[in-house]
């Protein structure tokens, strides 16, 4: 089985930064694609961004220009630095992996539990 953990939810003022963390572990023979994704109450789940074990990077459109997704291949972690936080960004943040698992070689996509990421003053 793969985990996903995700680390540095809290709450921040308008405008200010956090930094999101999540780590796969358990039987892994890769981490390809990792990604964010975020959930409103009484909303939809939304894209974030995502990052190919290649590099290769997509934004939401409501995040552009304002979070940075990256990764670290060696650690299957996956980090999103978020700048210039508003209000309407407070959600579940959940990190999203598609993961092989090393005892079987299949391929399957994973969800953490999610972190909540609060912006108020």
């Known amino acids: 089985q793969v985990q996903l953990v995700e680390s540095g939810g809290g709450l921040v003022q308008p405008g200010g930064s956090l930094r999101l963390s999540c780590a796969a572990s358990?039987?892994?023979?890769?981490?390809?694609?990792m990604g964010w994704y975020r959930q409103a109450p009484g909303k939809q789940r939304e894209l974030v961004a995502t990052i190919t074990r290649g590099g290769r990077i997509n934004y939401g459109d409501s995040v552009k220009g304002r979070f940075t997704i990256s990764r670290d291949n060696a650690k299957n972690t996956v980090y999103l630095q978020m700048n210039s936080l508003k209000p309407e960004d407070t959600a579940s943040y959940y990190c999203n992996a598609d993961g092989v698992r090393l005892t079987t070689m299949a391929v399957a996509n994973y969800w953490g539990k999610g972190t909540l990421v609060t912006v108020s003053s």
């Open positions: 358990g039987s892994i023979f890769s981490i390809n694609a």
